[in-house]
């Protein structure tokens, strides 16, 4: 069974984002990037079933600009078997939204026929927390997002996902969609030689046109702003100021 791992290029999460001067987006020049944290944990759980002899291939796919190829070369270094860019223009990647991402997946999916579409619940940057559920609709497979088990027998997926004061366990029949959360796994490191031996293995890059696909923006963005400034705090003396204060000041105690 193939496995695709859909990986995005990402601002590295150690950055602090900065808003571009004119308020169209966040500062990407000169930037360190990286591939979504959610993401790593998807190769790392596509890895560990070919380890288990469940996958046969692991196939990592990113959709924007040829600098994707570094985020396919680190999954290529971490086990994966090949890769697909969906190359597109820096201004098209700009903009590229979930919808379109999903688009070009399922694009890839038809021509690819894997049995484990494996994505992070969301990417980082955008938060948008949407594609693989897209995907999954586009398909009319089913999904399970929020992983943090995944076992695979029978043609079929057992998921335990986390959802709000506890865990619900799904079964479905594959080919299904499942997006990963923080606690699915460990990611591993790339060891300097599977770091060599990724740059021999093959990296095919396709376009949009190519797919059949429009990634024509479907939203606009208004504008976008940083985060309101906290004020500083106040010291107090004693308890009985800070009652004071929060009784005659913040007004959050009668
Ligand atoms: P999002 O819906 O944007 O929060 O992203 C959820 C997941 O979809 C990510 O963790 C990736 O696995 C996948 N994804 C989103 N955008 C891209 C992209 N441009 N290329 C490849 N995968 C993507």
Redesign the pocket.
């Known amino acids: 069974m193939k496995i695709l791992v859909?990986?995005?290029r990402v601002i590295d999460y150690n950055v602090k984002v900065r808003v571009k001067a004119d308020q169209t987006g966040v500062e990407l020049a000169n930037v360190k990037m990286a591939m979504?944290p959610?993401?790593e944990i998807?190769v790392e759980e596509a890895m560990r079933l070919k380890e288990a002899g469940i996958a046969t291939e692991v196939i990592a796919?990113?959709?924007?600009t040829t600098a994707c190829q570094e985020q396919l070369r680190t999954a290529l270094a971490l086990g994966a078997d090949r890769a697909i860019l969906v190359e597109t223009d820096a201004a098209q990647a700009e903009c590229?939204q979930?919808l379109a991402?999903a688009k070009l997946l399922k694009a890839v999916c038809d021509k690819e026929q894997p049995g484990l579409v494996l994505?992070?619940?969301?990417?980082i940057d955008?938060?948008?927390?949407?594609?693989?559920q897209m995907l999954a609709a586009l398909m009319g497979w089913p999904q399970a997002t929020f992983a943090s088990k995944v076992v695979l027998a029978d043609g079929r997926a057992t998921v335990t996902r986390e959802i709000d004061g506890g865990l619900e366990t799904l079964s479905m029949k594959l080919p299904a969609v499942v997006?990963t959360d923080l606690r699915l796994n460990e990611p591993r490191y790339a060891t300097l030689p599977n770091i060599m031996k990724a740059k021999k293995k093959p990296m095919d890059v396709l376009k949009p046109a190519e797919l059949g696909v429009d990634i024509v923006p479907r939203l606009t963005t208004q504008k976008v702003v940083e985060p309101a400034k906290r004020q500083a705090g106040v010291k107090v003396a004693d308890v009985a100021e800070l009652v004071a204060k929060l009784k005659n000041e913040a007004k959050v105690i009668a």
Do not use: I, Y
Not at 61 to 64: A, D, I, K, Y
Not at 119 to 123: N, T
């Open positions: 859909p990986v995005k979504n959610f993401d998807a796919v990113s959709c924007g590229l979930s991402v994505l992070g619940k969301q990417a955008d938060d948008a927390n949407q594609t693989g997006t």
